[in-house]
T-cell receptor, first 108, second 113 residues
Framework: GQSLEQPSEVTAVEGAIVQINCTYQTSGFYGLSWYQQHDGGAPTFLSYNGLDGLEETGRFSSFLSRSDSYGYLLLQELQMKDSASYFCAFPSGYALNFGKGTSLLVTP | ETGVTQSPTHLIKTRGQQVTLRCSSQSGHNTVSWYQQALGQGPQFIFQYYREEENGRGNFPPRFSGLQFPNYSSELNVNALELDDSALYLC????????????FGPGTRLTVT
């Protein structure tokens, strides 16, 4: 079957660095996406890893290791506005398969 | 560039009723997907429309149906509503089929009582 596992909650302090892990199980894997969703808001695309390694976009970086079926999202210089849910997802046919999400709380 | 819009924002229906949700895709996007997001869960794929045809469906029963119009806008229809249909319904548009990058609307919060 297909599945993605993420921690349900993570708490970090403003200005710190936090890593959100994602492990997946699927056949025909093409890459891993990350989305951010604030409470009551729309999921917004953050990054995509089609190949192994690190992709950097500003304060956010994402990493993929296909051999370990593992990826992570790294958020640096945390800001209060980064408090949100973060989802890893992979394309499967016509769909995006999402994990259950990690709720990140940034505290002062 | 206009983003994805959805209507209505909130809706309350009674079990057994029917509902229609609407979505306007981002300009230039010809593919629309619908997702159901239960509280505390990730979005679950319902189906996708491309060139006015359904070209992929998730694990949802036939009482979930949809349409796509020539201007790429879309509707999601749910018949015989059940309590478990209470969720946030998200529409996402993209410029091609099967892409990892989709643009989501703010969703319609459906409550079934």
């Amino acid at each position: 079957g297909q599945s993605l596992e993420q921690p349900s909650e993570v708490t970090a302090v403003e200005g710190a660095i936090v890593q959100i892990n994602c492990t997946y199980q699927t056949s025909g894997f093409y890459g891993l996406s990350w989305y951010q969703q604030h409470d009551g808001g729309a999921p917004t695309f953050l990054s995509y890893n089609g190949l192994d390694g690190l992709e950097e976009t500003g304060r956010f970086s994402s990493f993929l290791s296909r051999s370990d079926s593992y990826g992570y999202l790294l958020l640096q210089e945390l800001q209060m506005k980064d408090s949100a849910s973060y989802f890893c997802a992979f394309p499967s046919g016509y769909a995006l398969n999402f994990g259950k999400g990690t709720s990140l709380l940034v505290t002062p | 560039e206009t983003g994805v819009t959805q209507s209505p924002t909130h809706l309350i229906k009674t079990r057994g009723q029917q509902v229609t949700l609407r979505c306007s895709s981002q300009s230039g996007h010809n593919t629309v997907s619908w997702y159901q997001q239960a509280l505390g869960q990730g979005p679950q794929f319902i189906f996708q429309y491309y060139r006015e045809e359904e070209n992929g469906r998730g694990n949802f029963p036939p009482r979930f149906s949809g349409l796509q119009f020539p201007n790429y806008s879309s509707e999601l229809n749910v018949n015989a509503l059940e309590l478990d249909d209470s969720a946030l319904y998200l529409c996402a548009s993209s410029s091609r089929v099967g892409t990892y990058e989709q643009y989501f609307g703010p969703g319609t919060r459906l409550t079934v009582t």
